[in-house]
């Protein structure tokens, strides 16, 4: 896949169910989230406060993402090693963070 995602925050449509997420500009269609489950029963109706919690979960994640890598990457410009090991291993995974956060899911 090589289309680039939507550009800019997120934020949910104007329905509850589904829950809509739209974002970019012009508020396009990102996902849904179905918190009730037709049939579901007991376990079903239980798991609606976790969907609207996974919700938004997704929201967050996407609109920090950003700024979150543009401060780990500010972080480990100048290589600031050798302070403490403490440091040198938290380093190591700001730095596995944002390999991890730049990878492309092929």
């Known amino acids: ?56 979960r997704l929201v967050l994640c996407w609109n920090s993402h950003d700024a979150l890598l543009e401060a780990c990457k500010a972080m480990v410009k100048d290589e600031p090693f050798g302070i403490t090991p403490y440091f040198d291993e938290a380093m190591e995974k700001v730095k596995q963070a944002i390999a991890q956060a730049e990878a492309k899911n092929d």
């Open 1 to 56: 896949m090589n289309s680039e995602h939507t550009k800019g925050k997120i934020e949910f449509g104007k329905t509850s169910e589904p829950i809509l997420i739209v974002g970019g500009e012009s508020k396009q269609y990102i996902a849904n989230v179905r918190l009730h489950q037709t049939g579901g029963g007991v376990i079903a109706s239980a798991m609606e406060e976790i969907r609207q919690a996974n919700a938004e």
